[in-house]
């Protein structure tokens, strides 16, 4: 009796002792650092430049953060650069990136490359700007035909439902620009009134636009020009920019589109009018946030439309309108 | 060895049933003390994460009371500054300004309007864009209708001033200035970036994920979130309204679909309010991790438990199995076993008792036994001294014929025989007697048979050499001789004729019955001895000899009969060879 005593005691120490040394193993496994296995999110804007890309971009961290998705923006000098686009494109296919959120320059030059990505196993995920493959993962931004339609019924109202108006988009090639036309155009087959003068394509060159608006406002034949619809940032702050210095600004009704911070003062100057904008910042944050369950194979809505608003200068200050038009950074 | 055991484990035995009760009883207590100490772990660890929360909070609400009143001693300076100054709009103030206003990263604007908005005095020194509809503004309002009061407002984009909109949360006051020699009302505004208060809250981490904002006490409206920009953009809510309702405090809230603890906290003149977030499935991972733990410790624990019970329990009963195969081996009629014993416990003491016992029923049974032989051998010699009666009878009857008849010699040879006949019969009451006292009483029993049957036959007696001094048991021979006269020479026409030898071979003392009657066939020779229940008559004479032979000296004696059908019988009687002087125990049996 006593031998098993001692027996079991012995035992007992030994399992104690057994007990001990996997909690301290455990602990140990804890305190190592663990790998870097964050998903590889890449952001392919149009440009690197420019405030809107900026916010999107802002939106795109937000989500990264919230995530924990490690997130890298690229894309090239210029909006226009599409060879350099579709080359980015492949580039971070190649470097292994589990997603990538793209902002097409073109809707169908890139169409290849986003085929040749997914086919790879690396979802795309359109922002901002549509692209002609329908391997997409979805696409998030807004409607730009219904945009196009808002904008153009805010110049009719400041016009007054007439006169002769100047279209004023960045290239033929830009689908954005050109759904908005549609839009437009249709807008106003309704309203007798309302006669478009011309289209005018001026690029991403905030310069190019001034001149050829400037040139526009100038020649006044066969009638000025009533209004201007700029259909992008660049356009806009060049209209704006000729109608100050040919001192036209207030006479020639300007409705723009997008914020950029340019704008945002021509805006509270009176110079344009009205500005269509759209939510870059959530754009952003949803690209990143859909792109990742696309890579985790969730199922996740074909397309997804932002909000738009228009916004005039005695709204710009308006609290809601506020948060949308000024990113808040510190 | 266990697993062994393990194989051998029959469910009603005392090993199962002390496994099974001591792993009950153990997974019993120790899911007790898990479950006990997970709750107490739990209830720590959540009442930790509330005392920390709050700890926390409290301390960015000290942190942001301190810079908000270094604000507002900052903005009394400027106030005094413009006030004493005799020309608070001449450019020598706004130089004096403008260094202080460049060495402080979180001003946005120090600017001196009248009551109409006209711009007085600004930095930084650029122009004032048109259109700011500054009179409509919230500051500018609540400084011109609460003079002398300092008013905070909530977060706006400044829009005064030319090259910037930033966000900014403005200090406004009503103060009366002297300008140009003239009493003016104006309003003072500075305005402050998120610099200090993102500073300050940011820092702030609420477990992993966990953050802090603050919202303004009226309106409820966010004055700073971390994720400022994702609440205006309408992707993040926050449930502001229940918020509203607490000065300082905790609670759980889900209305955003994870359960959250919410920590709030009003920071002192300002009006505003720290909410701390944190999430409380952390504090579930926590409970996770404990819960892990102490799965671990009872998986070991009961593992531990198990082999211990296997262990005793196989301890404790394996000595009671050895102990039931013992009794097996009894059960089945080997009384002759000992259990050994190797401890002093229970089982060891019932193993010495169950050999005591066991030694006890040997003994019984050996009891039994002589008791069983010795009535046996009483019995017989009851049947043994029966004969005397009737042969004396028979004898005397003769006797008395001869005396009719007047042959006096063989009534004289008679009586002599006879007598003879009992003194040896009687032998002073000895069972064994020297063989020649036995052959001599079968002589003289043959002599008066001899003339009872009027020399029917003839008889000799022989004894080799070495029978001499020889012991037998007594009264052994008469009963054959009896058995051949009868059965052998009595039915038989011939003359008969009986021989008597006796000698000693292989080790043993040999007496031969040899008659020349008519003999039997072997097979009923052969049954003669053997056990017949009930059959009583011409064997039970010769079956007494034999078995008493057998019971005082074992199987290896005994008689044998050989006969032949019309040649005759042989019986033969088996005896050791003993002598005067040996050990006469047999004798006293």
Known sequence: ?330 | MIGFRFRRYRFKSIQFLIAVSFAAMTTAVVLTVSYVLYDKFTRTAERNTFRGNEQIIYQVTKNLEYYIRSMTIFFGEVENTFRQDDDPTGSRLTDRLGTIFNTREDLVTIALFDQSGRELTALPSVPMRSNTQLTTQSWFRSAVENPNHLSFSIPHVQNLFKGQYKWVVSMSKGVKLTVNGRETDAVLLVDVNFKMIDDLTSSVKLGQKGYAYIIDDSAGNIIYHPQQQLIYAGIKYENVEQALKYTYGSYFDDSTGTQRLITIQTVQNVGWKIVGVSYMDEIGATKRDIGGFLVWLLALALLFVLAITLYMSAKISQPIKRLEKSMQLVERGNFHIAIPIRRDDEVGRLSRRFNLMMGRIRELMDQIISQQESKRRSELEVLQSQIHPHFLYNTLNSVVRLAGTGKNEEVITMITSLSKFFRISLSKGKQIIPLDDELEHIRNYLIIQKIRYKNKFEFELSASEETKGLLAPKLILQPIVENAIYHGIEPSVDEGRIAIRADVREGKLRLAVEDNGVGMSPERAAGLLAELPGSEGAGIGLRNVHERIRLNFGEAYGLGIESEREEGTVVTVWLPVRREGDSDDAAEA
Request: glycine share 6%.
């Open chain 1, 1 to 330: 009796m006593m031998r098993l005593r001692r027996n079991a005691m012995r035992l007992g120490l030994a399992a104690w002792a057994a007990a001990l040394m996997l909690t301290a193993c455990s602990r140990q496994v804890e305190l190592q650092p663990a790998p870097d296995e964050r998903k590889q999110v890449v952001l392919l804007a149009k440009s690197k430049n420019g405030d809107y890309w900026n916010t999107i971009k802002m939106g795109a961290e937000a989500a990264a953060k919230e995530f924990g998705v490690q997130l890298t923006f690229d894309g090239a000098d210029e909006e226009d650069d599409v060879a350099r686009q579709q080359e980015l494109v492949r580039q971070y296919v190649a470097y292994g990136a589990d997603a990538i959120v793209l902002a097409a320059s073109d809707y169908g030059k890139l169409a290849e490359d986003v085929d040749n990505a997914v086919r790879k196993g690396v979802p795309v995920v359109a922002v901002d700007s549509e692209v002609a493959s329908n391997r997409i993962s979805s696409f998030i931004g807004i409607d730009n035909y219904k945009a196009g339609r808002e904008a153009a019924d805010k110049l009719k109202e400041l016009a007054g439902s007439k006169g002769r108006f100047v279209i004023l988009g960045s290239s033929p090639d830009d689908r954005n620009d050109e759904q908005r036309k549609k839009g437009i155009v249709d807008e106003w087959s309704a309203a007798p009134g309302m006669s478009v003068a011309r289209t005018l394509y001026c690029g991403p060159s905030v310069s190019a636009c001034e001149s050829q608006v400037r040139s526009v406002v100038e020649d006044r034949a066969p009638a000025p020009v009533d209004g201007i619809l700029a259909l992008n940032a660049a356009a806009s702050v060049g209209a704006a920019e000729a109608l100050r210095q040919t001192g036209t600004d207030g006479r020639i009704k300007l409705v723009a589109f997008e914020n950029s911070l340019e704008e945002l003062e021509w805006l509270q100057e009176g110079v344009i009018q009205a500005t269509l904008i759209q939510n870059p910042f959530t754009m952003g944050y949803l690209s990143v946030k859909t792109a990742l369950a696309a890579a985790a194979h969730q199922k996740v809505d074909r397309r997804i439309d932002t909000e738009t608003r228009v916004i005039d200068s005695e709204s710009m200050f308006w609290s809601d309108n506020q948060k949308m038009l000024f990113p808040f950074v510190q």
